[in-house]
């Protein structure tokens, strides 16, 4: 069974928006002014933010 969010199992945002909070993230944009691009809630861009931290943290401490 195919899930319908690509990202995040139980996401509620499409995934071109999640794309874009990606590109984002990866420009080293603030949440809050990604906040004032994309229109969605602060706090839903700082949820996404701090899941990626989390991956990367966990990729940087596997590889050790």
Do not use: G
């Amino acid at each position: 069974m195919k899930t319908k969010y690509k990202y995040r199992k139980w996401a509620q945002l499409d995934n071109s928006t999640t794309e874009k909070i990606i590109d984002c993230f990866v420009e080293d944009i603030p949440a809050i002014k990604v906040w004032k691009i994309l229109w969605i809630n602060r706090k839903t861009i700082d949820n996404w933010y701090l899941y990626f931290r989390e991956i990367i943290y966990e990729e940087c401490r596997n590889k050790k």
